[in-house]
């Protein structure tokens, strides 16, 4: 089993910037696939970007060319790395993860079985 645990969530401005962490505690964190979602309320949780090993990530069509999904293995850490922020990016961000070298659908909800609680962004005009 994992634990994740998401950190980095704040308020910023339109067109600032924030990095997501997302710790990873309990069994070593390899052979993984993992990713970050969003969530609003009354909206569906939805996959921003994924990944897994070493494949190249999959993004979302709205955050293509603003967010970075990347990982330090050596500290068992996730990150997001997001830019030139919306305030249509404001939403409860979740790490999530999945003990796989594949999934079919990485920014599929179903794809993972491991969540960590969310951290919150809230982007203003």
């Known amino acids: 089993q994992w634990q994740l645990a998401e950190s980095g969530g704040a308020s910023v401005q339109a067109g600032g910037s924030l990095r997501l962490s997302c710790q990873v505690s309990?069994?070593?964190?390899?052979?993984?696939?993992a990713g970050w979602f969003r969530q609003v309320p009354g909206k569906k949780r939805e996959g921003v970007a994924a990944?897994?090993?070493?494949?190249?990530?999959a993004y979302a069509d709205s955050v293509k060319g603003r967010f970075t999904i990347s990982t330090d293995n050596s500290k068992n850490t996730l990150y997001l790395q997001m830019t030139s922020l919306k305030p249509e990016d404001t939403g409860m961000y979740y790490c999530a993860a999945v003990a796989a070298v594949r999934v079919k659908y990485p920014l599929a909800r179903s794809a993972y079985n491991h969540w960590g609680q969310g951290t919150q962004v809230t982007v203003s005009s």
């Open positions: 990944g897994c090993g070493d494949s190249d990530p």
């Open positions: 309990g069994l070593p964190f390899t052979r993984w696939c």
